[in-house]
Structure formats: C-alpha cells, structure tokens
RNA sequence: GCCGGGAUGGCGGAAUUGGUAGACGCAGCGGACUCAAAAUCCGCCGCCGCGAGGUGUGGGGGUUCGAGUCCCCCUCCCGGCACCA
C-alpha cells in the first residue's frame, strides 16, 4: 500500500524540536574548529522570492553538514532594513516606513522559518535598529578623527520637483523617475569616505582570497583600476578675465605612454576643463559644442560607438621638453571625470587620437618605431599602439630606448623641471555616502553658526531617526521635522541644526557580520567573541554585489583593522556566488504592437512526436503564444514562482532538495514543475521505504557479505564515497543524486530479498538518511527517530565510507582494441597483469578483431581496462 | 575592443589525475494493476541501421595505445568592464 508522505506534520514537528532544543544557538568555543557560514541578508521587501530560497538552502546545507562533520557553526539572519522601497511604499500607502518594515520583517521571519534552516535566531538585527546603527554613527565619528571620511561637494542628479536627489538608475532619459521632470545636474556638498587611500591594499589583497571566484577578484580589479604612469604639464599664459593666470599657467594631463611624448601634435581636453570654458566665452561656437557635449548620452553602449567630434579653442600651449606651441581642442572623448580632464595627444600611437587627427586633418608624428614594419599614414595599424617591440624614433635623444628605459628617462627629465613625475592613477573614486533621504542612518552631524559643521559627542549617540515620519514624495521629511532639526551646539551650546542627510545603505551592510558575530553590546561596536568567529568562512550570495558591497566591506573590514577593532584583513575566506533562478518566458503580440505577458501556469507546452518542446498554447483561448526562452524570474515578465505557494503544496523539504538537485550552485537554475514533482516522489520514495524497514535496533551486519548483498552494500558505500567529494566541492546536485542512488540501490536490494539482506539495508539507510539531512532536514529527523537510529540526527556522526566494502573479489574489465570498446570480461582481484593480457586477448568477442593483425602491446589500466593495440 | 565563463541526448545536467560518454532526474514510448482514470510498479529511451556494425561531447587540425578532458586555429552564446588617456 502507498505511504502517505505528511510533510506538514513531519515539518513542524522537526521545527518545534529545533526550537524547543535550541538546537543552532551558537557559542564560543576555542575547543572546536568553528565555520562561521553566512549567506548575505535579504532586504524585508514583503516576501521571499526563489532567490532568497536558494541562497538559504545553500548556506543551510553548507552549516548542517558542517555541524555534522564536528564543526562549531555559526549561521546568523538578519535584515538589511534601510532604503528606498519603505519610503516609495510609504508614499503610496501612508504608512510610516518603520512599521512597513517591521511588519516585513515578521512575515519572512515566518516564511524562513518555515524553511526549516539552522539559524541562531538569538542573533538576528535589522539595520534600522539604533542599537545597531549607532556603530555605524561611531565609526564614521572615528573616520572623521582620521580623516578618512571628509566633506565636500559633488555633482548629483536633482529632481526639482520632487526636491531631492536621485540615484543614477532613477533617471530614466534625463527625467525623473516618478515626476517625469528634466533633471538637473546640481553641486551639493556631502561626506565622502576615502577609499581610494586602500586602493592598493584593496587590490594587493585579492590574491589572499584563493576560495573566492576568479570572475569576482577580476571585476573588483577592474574596478579599482589601477594605472602607471606619467602626470606633467604643458605650460602656458592663459588668463582669465580678470587676468587671473588659469589653472597656475598649467595644463596638466596624465598618460601611460609617455614614451611617445616626442609625437603630440595637439591636446585634448574635457567640454567641462577650465580651458575649454575659458575659450567658450569669446567663441559661441564653441560654447554651443560644450553644451551639446555636456549633453550627450552616457549609455555606456552609445559612447562605444560615437563618433568622435571635437572643436578647436583656438588656444595653445608649450610641450615641456620641445618647448613647441600645441593646439588645445575639445574632444568628447576626453572625460572630465578621470585623470585630469586633458590628454596629450599622439595620433600615431593612440588609436583614439589617430581617429580624431584623421577627421580635423590634424598632424600625425611618428615617435615608436618596430622593426620590420613601416608606418602609414593611410590607416591605423595595430602596432603604432604596441609598447612592449618599438623603440623611441624621431625623438631626439631618447631614440632607441624601449618602452620603459624611455618613461623612465623622460619622467626623470620632467621632474627636473617641475613638471611632472611618475604616478598611479586609479579608476576608483572616494565614495559618497551622504543621502538626501529619510530611512536611513542619521549622520551624526551638527550645523552650528558659530562653530560650522561639529560632530555629534560619542555620548550623545545614536542620533536616532525619528521612527512616525511618513515621507510624501516631496524632499526628505526630516526637513520638516523639527523634533530632530532642533538641537545645540556641543561646542558652544548655541541652539543649532543637525545634518539631515542619512547614510548610503550600503554603510549599513559593510559590517553586519562583524556585529553577528560579537555580543551585542551597547558599549562596544565588536567584542572578543568576533575574533573567534570572524572571518567568515563561507559567504553566499549574489554576484550582483561583486563589486560594491563586497568592495565597501572589504574597505569597513581594513578601516576596523587599522582603528584595532578587529584582527583579520578580509571579513570573507570563501565566496560562492549563486546562480539565478530562471523561469520559462511566455508571451504574445497584443493587437496595439506591445507585449503581453503570460505567467507559466496559464499556458501549456506543445510537444512533437519525440517529446521536443515545439511551442505553446494559452489554456484561456488554445491558441498558441511565444516562448522566448529561460529568463530570470520577475514581476514584469510574469513568470515568477511563489516560494510559499510551493512550501505550502510539497513542503520545505521537497522545496530545499530540488534547489539543489536542477543544477549546481554557481549555475543558473531553470525552473521545472515536474521537476520539483520528481523531488516531491523522491521524498515520498524515501518515507515509504523508511516504513518498510523494521526497528533499527536489532541488526548487525555480519562479518562477511556476498553476491548481491555485498554488490548492494559496495554500490552504497562508493556512492557515499563519492557524495562525501561532491558534498566538500560543493557541487550539490550530485549529493542529491547520489541520496536518489542509494535508494534505488535499497529497493533493488529489498525485491531481491535475499537471506539477510536486513541489516545492510539497515546501515544503508542510516547512510542514506544522513547524507541526505543537510538537505532535507525534516523528513530525515522523522525517519532517524522513529527507525530508532537515535533521537536526533542533528546529533549522529557524519557517515565514513568502509573502504573495506569497496574491495571487490572480482573486477569487471573492458576490453578495448585501438581504444574502442569491444567486451568486458571478469577477472580475480588477485590476477597479475600477465595473467590479464592473456585472458584478454584470449577472448571469444575479441577475436574477429585480432584477425590478420599483429598484437603490438597491451595496455592495462588497473581496476578499469585492457586496450590491445594492434596494427 | 578588453577581461572572465561556457557550448555534452528532446530537456536540466553527470563524467577527481586523459581510461566504458550520457550518472541522477525530467519529458517521451511500451507494458502491468484498474470497469476507467489518477497514483504506483516494470521495461525501453543519443543518432543512423532489420542486424552485424557504424557514428557521436559547437567546427577544423594536432599530441596519445586511448581525448568531452591536453595543445593550436575558428564559430557561436552568456556575464562583466570600457572613448581610462
């Protein structure tokens, strides 16, 4: 008779157990390895998506098997509880922000728990809480003592309706996103943290993350930026207005080939650089160019191919080392924004300036010369660019040199006159975390009239965000809060206004695991217990954070370090990046020309005779609709999948073992219905073979096994064995197959039913049910108790694989001639290799093959194989 | 353009160091049970071929007794970065 499977009652009795035992509170304890497993904390946006069910299940399956290995392990949950959404939903709904997310956070708190995952919940925070963002007040205070945080004034998109900043993705075609009004580009001062002062540390350190991905390390290099080169400048007597020399007579530039500074021929520089609006004032023109340049598109995709368009300044300015005149002129591919707005222009030798030559009929020097190619001025070659063959030429007295003898040469040459050096550029810029915004950390800041800007004293922190504000769309309300603006000067005790601006959010999550992992203390941002769990052994999350908040923690971690919070260099030893959940995208041409989504339940598959997905039809009308492929699941194209919805119809465990049995944790997931029905079968499979077994108790193995309960026993445990490397590699969807052997290795055993066939299934199910734990927790607690393996299999010993039970007495060997497959044929464990040859080529399949040719040797490879070359 | 990662049946994906390609599952097909259906169980399932056999891991070449795996060239896909001077 088929088993019912009642996952409710099997999952709810497991979760009260866990809860009543406090089973994954954890503790300090210097006597056990520990493996501090973090998966990075979701933001309480209403309810869980697929992606945090996948994240979770990884880092849970990760803490469990660990926990069973012997490890003291310490998996935390918290909420990164600042940002936009509240405020939006709190525009929309007229609810203050602070109790949008609070009640967010109770129900996903739920819906975690339902999961089932092994969370010290005494552990958890919210980013909101004062107790916790207090730290992040006192830390900034200490960064200001340092001088690593700092004001000052930077350009940022401003809505004028809606009075306040916007964040880049919020600018939608140079408008608003919510009010559709032109944004301006505003100079507002804010605080910035110097990160750039790490740069180097930043960069240098990515080689101590071996257990991190290539791809990460590679994109926060890039992102870094590092670049070598030379600053100098072309002198000149430009003066403004007011007579006033500009810039101190200098136009400095900044290049990494200044081995070619004998071939400027111009120099470029940025619409916004000083010079270009010195020479707009008398020149319309040019003035008109600026503007148009200023406005142009920042599409990353359209600055790649935009033509290349510059305008003369009709000023010029003196080579340092030539002493020649060299035109200065606007070119849109210079950015303001990198180096120092200006470049040296050398047409023969850089792609873009040979362009730009080209088009105005600039000249064109050679100054690098390879052997065995000849320059032409016809069109770009690709070794006019190569620095590492050519030697200077037409160059006076460095001609010859090679690229770095000639930088060299020429930095020193430079420095001689006070007009350059060598120097590091980077790509990375200080960050910005001031927010014109509400739900967010308070800067602990005060405006006094007397004395300016005066931190906030440690004793008076947290400033404390007032909690009733309900943002309406138009500014940050804590303008308009009195309350809070009203304060006096610590210096001087003069009434005076403190900062409105809060904290970037990100300031919020750079340090969070640092706080799980110490007593939360309020006299102490971190305390000792953090040295003994930090660093993190296992990060999991999404690559999406790659650069910026990985970045930022890294940088808060070396900040901590240097201010002798903490001891370690980097908060995370290893990163795994999950991969995206993907769903089937449906949809159809509606008769106005747009698109019309259709969520995956309302439409069926159309299969060919062989089972091939051809198309789709919608159930509603039967009439067919697009399948345009996998894509990540979203609100707009229709295809997401409820987490709860699928908890609520095959429960957490079925939910937890098809996450990671439909593919490994670094790939991308394609979502399948009747394949969360396959985990759902398998789990039925194992509960209804779970109640064929008697009582545990009573069975020993014997001393020796043979036929098929020794096949069935070896099968179980070269599985286990293999699991065991997947399981330490990460790559959890073959445990999960492997858990789906060992069953079907057990059933195949049972109908088979020879004498004495109980107690290897006994064993082989204990084996079974805790590989599968970490995966399915629940239903394998239920099986361990009531087969009377124990009481609890949170507690039971990680299964070893006997290698005894891999020893087989004989050995299956293929036969192959030239390398195909041609037979198999049995051999003693004991045979030599002698005798193996001869029983090979003795083989009745073989034979045919053997035919008119010469045996030339024969290759054995143990335990597998036998190749005979013949020829 | 640069950097990184890929390409294996109808589908998701396996295959530690080069050693039986396609584990495990999904879909499909056939059968049993059933008045019937669902569920369940049993069997088949890369392609060509009745069969023997041939062929097969994006394409081409190479190394090797033996290549999905190593080397060279090419095509395509995904991700990241980018007038970075």
Partial sequence: MQQQYPFREIEQAAQQKWENDNAFRAEADPSKPKYYCLSMFPYPSGKLHMGHVRNYTIGDVLARYHRMK????????????????????????????????????????????????????????????????????????????????????????????????????????????????????????????????????????????????????????????????????????????????????????????????????????????????????????????????????????????????????????????????????????????????????????????????????????????????????????????????????????????????????????????????????????????????????????????????????????????????????????????????????????????????????????????????????????????????????????????????????????????????????????????????????????TDKGGIEYFAPEEVELVHDENGKVVGAKLLADGKPVDFQGMGTMSKSKRNGVDPQALIDQYGADTARFFMMFASPPEQTLEWSDSGVEGSHRFLRRVWAYGHTLESAISHALPAKLTGSLANARREIHATLKQAVYDLERKQFNTVASAAMKMLNSLEKLQKDAEDGWQPVATEGFSILLRLLSPIAPHITQALWSELGYGDDILRAEWPQPDESALVQDEIELVIQVNGKLRGSMTVARSADKSAIESQAVAHSSIQKYLEGVTVRKVIIVPNKLVNIVVG
Avoid at 102 to 113: E, H, R, V
Avoid at 300 to 327: F, I, N, R, W, Y
Avoid at 458 to 477: I, R, Y
Avoid at 529 to 553: C, F, K, N, R
Wanted: with cysteine.
């Fill in 70 to 589: 012997g490890y003291n392990v310490l998996q935390p949950m918290g909420w990164d509880a600042f940002g936009l959404p509240a405020e939006n939903a709190a525009i929309q709904n007229r609810v203050p922000p602070a109790k949008w997310t609070w009640d967010n956070i109770a129900y996903m708190k739920k819906q975690l728990k339902s999961l089932g995952l092994a969370i010290d919940w005494s552990r958890e925070l919210a980013t909101c809480q004062p107790e916790y963002y207090k730290w992040n007040q006192w830390l900034f205070l200490r960064m200001l003592e340092k001088g690593i945080a700092y004001k000052k004034t930077q350009i940022v998109n401003w809505d004028p309706v809606d009075q306040t900043v916007l964040a880049n993705e919020q600018v939608i075609d140079g408008r608003g996103w919510r009010t559709g009004a032109l944004v301006e580009k505003r100079e507002i001062p804010g605080y910035y943290l110097n990160i750039t002062r790490y740069a180097q540390e930043l960069l240098d350190d990515l080689d101590k993350l071996p257990g991190w991905p290539e791809r990460v390390k590679t994109m926060q290099a890039n992102w870094i930026g590092k670049s070598t080169g030379v600053r100098f400048a072309f002198t000149h007597d430009i003066r403004d207005a007011d007579g006033k020399l500009i810039d101190d007579g200098k136009l400095w530039v900044f290049t990494t080939r200044a081995d070619t500074i004998m071939g400027v021929t111009f120099c470029a520089v940025a619409a916004e650089h000083p010079l270009a609006t010195h020479a707009a004032r008398s020149n319309p023109e040019l003035a008109a160019f600026i503007e148009k340049c200023k406005q142009g598109s920042v599409m990353e995709a359209d600055l790649a191919t935009m033509e290349k368009e510059g305008m003369d300044t009709g000023l010029s300015v003196t080579h340092p080392l030539t002493g020649e005149q060299v035109p200065v002129w606007v070119g849109n591919y210079v950015l303001m924004s990198y180096g120092e707005g200006a470049v040296m222009a050398v047409p023969a030798h850089d792609e873009r300036d040979f362009a730009f030559a080209k088009k105005y009929n600039l000249p064109i020097r050679q100054s690098i010369a390879v052997k065995g190619e000849s320059f032409s001025l016809d069109a770009w070659q690709e070794w006019y660019g190569d620095k590492s063959h050519g030697v200077c030429v037409n160059s006076g007295k460095y001609d010859g040199l090679g690229h770095e003898a000639a930088v060299d040469a020429i930095a020193a040459d430079l420095k001689a006159k006070g007009l350059g050096d060598k120097q590091v550029n980077w790509r990375l810029r200080d960050w910005g975390i001031s927010r014109q915004r509400y739900w967010g950390c308070p800067i602990p800041i005060i405006h006094c009239d007397n004395c300016g800007d005066v931190p906030v004293p440690d004793n008076q922190l947290p400033v404390k965000l007032p909690e009733d504000c309900v943002p309406d769309g138009s500014g940050n309300p804590l303008n308009k809060c009195e309350d809070f603006l009203n304060c006096t000067c610590p210096k001087c005790g003069v009434p005076a206004r403190r900062e409105t601006d809060t904290m970037d959010t990100f300031v919020d999550s750079s340090w969070y695991y640092a706080r799980y992992a110490s007593g939360f203390s309020n006299e102490r941002m971190v305390d000792e217990q953090t040295g003994y769990w930090m660093p993190v052994d296992q990060y999991i999350g999404g690559i999406e954070h790659a650069i910026l908040h990985l970045l930022y923690s890294r940088f808060w971690s070396k900040v901590m370090r240097d201010l002798d919070l903490v001891d370690y260099d980097e908060p995370f030893a290893n990163l795994l990046t999950q991969g995206m959940v993907l769903n089937h995208i449906f949809s159809r041409r």
